[in-house]
């Protein structure tokens, strides 16, 4: 075997590695749910882990537009009717945090990190 191929097969075998470790983490990942529906939040509570990193899935299961938005957590995600998305936080510090619906002034939830 040449040692270009080596080399080849080296590279392959660590990206597949990473790959492996990146996957695993992504897998252990609390993943909490949130539902926006035309004009609620659903929980008007939403409890994650503090000093975690988590995901947050939303499903917008309305037949309007929703923007999930946070100006104390600096994050904002538009989502069209019928769309799920997800947003990945590295960490909460303990607290309440207010979240609300851009496009439904009256939605509006708390994010609590415990």
Do not use: W
Request: glycine share 4%.
């Amino acid at each position: 075997m040449s040692r270009q191929s080596c080399s080849v097969r080296l590279v392959i075998a660590l990206l597949a590695l990473v790959g492996a470790a990146t996957s695993a983490r992504a897998d252990d990942m609390p993943v909490i749910k949130v539902e926006m529906r035309d004009g609620v939040i659903l929980p008007a509570v939403i409890e994650v882990p503090a000093n975690t990193r988590f995901k947050l899935e939303i499903a917008n299961t309305g037949q309007s537009p929703v923007e999930f938005e946070s100006v104390e957590l600096k994050r904002e995600k538009a989502l069209a009717a019928g769309s799920t998305s997800a947003i990945v936080f590295r960490t909460l510090d303990p607290g309440t945090y207010q979240v609300f619906d851009d496009f439904h002034p009256e939605a509006k939830a708390a994010l609590v990190a415990k």
